[in-house]
């Protein structure tokens, strides 16, 4: 009997004994993965001297921008928009806007009086297949939408003068001409670049025969969020765009724009950065990683927009996704295992960042739902979503880091003390943390005695361009 007990406890305590060793190995082990990724994403957090390093190479990518002598080969092309005139609220009439900018653009009909403002609008789609046909098929379909827009506002038979916002890089020649000089976000027509776009539109709308329409702007949305957000706030002198693309606008004093050829008597003129393409002159590798030179080249614009491809909506979930496939290659997330679908590109979208950190800290049902649900993911552990969640800020963090060093540099730049700082864009709008992030890193890097404020536009791109209008008007 005793020699059986014995027998029994040796064999268990054995057993307990490999137990209490595969469970200390597999918390040694989960330990050192969750290590492996802080370690790995480590280039992927700035560091203050990277931060101080980039505001300096922009301030110089600026300066080129305006300088005729080095425009030409300037990444920040600081393109004059001819916007001089801002909204005092006294504008009066009924306006039209068009606002182009992605996979869908809207239509918009604003009435004004003084200080009063109202608004209607609808949204349209722009299939696949326009976005990458002709420049005749994309601008007749605008006008199409147009006649239907005007056709449901009972205003088909009225002459209106119209704003347009087209945002993708231009070189603007007047109020009422823009070259543009590459397409982004998707969009290939063939036959535009290098050519007018309002020409463009009037042929259109001429084609039809059926509207009586009068462009008098052409703008960026950059430009049509400063001038949304100036119809309220009049300190404003900068805005950004942070969504399917990224941009800036800023107020210039005209003596400081070597390129403007328009009113020099008046002091200043809202300047369109063209920011994304910051880094097309290799100014941005000490921060690129392997991920970002992925995500370019398997962009249709390779090369190109490099700072864009680093912080907006069309590419944060691709790095994300890049990420997540390398660590789980590695065997170091996931146990190694993952979806198909985890391994196309585009199948994490930029939305999904925001719903994972939309948790709250020790919560993982957002990032649950999204592996599960959204990536058919047969299950996950808390670990791995610790593991994601913190892949993914570190990348809207980068993001959110490069842009607020944008806003600083331009904030320093400019000779006034109080700024309103005009934002809009999906990635602002929908991430739960971005407006407090900028808010944060700008306080850090602005000079001592300048205050600003960040103000979300509303519908800031296609109300611009209606107020715009009516400046031209007025």
Known sequence: MANR?????????????????????????????????????????????????????????????????????????????????????????????????????????????ENKFDMNSKIYAVPQAIMVGTGEQLFDHIASCLADFMAEQHISNETLPLGFTFSFPCIQEGLTKGILKQWTKGFDCSGVAGHDVVQFLKEA????????IEVVAILNDATSTLVSCSYQRHDCFISVIVGTGSNACYVEQTKNCETFNGDRNKPLVIINCEWGAFGDNHELEFIRTEYDVEVDQNSINTGRQLHEKMVSGMYLGEIVRLVLVKLTKEKILFDGKAPDILFKSGSFKTKYISEIESDKVGVYSQCKNVLLNKLNFDQVSEQDCVDVRYICECISRRAAHLISAGVATLINKIPYNRVTVGVDGSVYRFHPHFHNLLVEKIKCLVKPGVTFDIMLSEDGSGRGAALVAAVASR
């Open 205 to 212: 709308i001429n084609r039809r025969g059926d509207l009586n």
């Open 5 to 113: 007990f014995r027998s029994f406890w040796s064999n268990f305590k054995t057993v307990y004994d490999v137990n209490n060793e595969l469970n200390f190995n597999n918390k040694k082990k989960v330990k050192s993965h969750h290590q492996q990724i802080r370690e790995h994403c480590q280039n992927l957090i700035l560091t203050d001297d990277q931060v101080q390093e980039y505001m300096s190479r922009f301030l110089n990518c600026i300066k080129d921008g305006l300088r005729l002598s080095t425009h030409k080969y300037a990444t920040v092309k600081c393109f004059p928009t001819y916007v001089q005139d801002l909204p005092n609220g006294k504008e009066k009439g009924k306006f039209l806007a068009l606002d182009l900018g992605g996979t869908n653009f809207r239509v918009l009909i604003v009435n004004l009086a």
